[in-house]
């Protein structure tokens, strides 16, 4: 397609043509504004050596501005309706692959490897998306917790998710999502979008994120499942102390979760939000000489 996808008359076409409503349960909210289209696309920066891993196309609006900024763009989308409509969308751009899958749960390397090994662009990928906002959490935890080999993450996300992502110990917004970015990534947030840019219109604000990939953790840790358990279980019950929530999280006794915080030099009645990086990185090597942290169950503790 030549024309914009991100305008209310070309999304409103699509839609018609192709029978399309807007699913809520699936977070569906178009962007039919150019301009923030092109303000994403700028914000990942990325040029015709870059693979780019797209979640959630939806009618095809940010993939547009990708396909012609990347050398290529793969996009993963769970809805079914919407796949055939974006295949023909980009039926004449080579560079454009759909895929119908779940985020959540794809393999992502398996998905990539086709142009990894290719040799044709740099190592590592983009990850670019307006996210669903019902699995905001669990989609960048998974990303920052499997750490499939990604360079940059821009997602738009909820104005209030992106402030979580940047916020300091000891702060209502400080949580799992925090340290997990911020244990992989320098977070800044590119620009704020207001609701009026969607159909249909979210309740809120959102902002568009830039997460660039550290290139050494500011923590060193031997095990970093063992980290991301930890923190995990931390903020599992964030209004208990260490000592609860770990042993209750981790499923460990409260001997080992003492020995360990005494080890780490953190007093056993702080809680979890008053810790740095650094600590829950000595806190899980602790953990790590007393025995296994394990892994906790439940997907999406995060906050
Ligand atoms: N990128 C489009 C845009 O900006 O106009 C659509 C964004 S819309 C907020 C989110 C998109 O993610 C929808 O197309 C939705 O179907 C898709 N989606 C929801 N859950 C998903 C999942 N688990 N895996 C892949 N795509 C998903």
Redesign the pocket.
Known sequence: MNKKI?TPSTTLEIMNKHGISA?KS???????EPHI?ERIAAAADCDKQDLVL??????????QALGEAAGQVVS????RT?IDPLRETFAEQDNIEIIH??????DIPGLLAPWQQSGRFRPGFMAV???????TTP?IMRFLEQDHGWRRMVF?VQKEMADRMQAAPGTRDYGALSLAVQYRASARIAFIVPPSV?IPRPKVASAVIVLERLEQPPAAVRDEQQLFAVIRAGFGQRRKTLLNSLASGLALPKEQITAALAAAGIEANRRAETLTIGEFARLADALTNTGSAGTTPGEDNAK
């Open positions: 991100a699913k699936l977070g569906q909210n178009f962007i039919i289209i797209e979640i959630g196309p939806g009618l095809g609006s940010l993939t993963v989308e769970i809805d919407l899958a779940d985020a959540l749960t794809a998306a307006n996210l669903p906002y019902y699995i989609i738009m969607f």
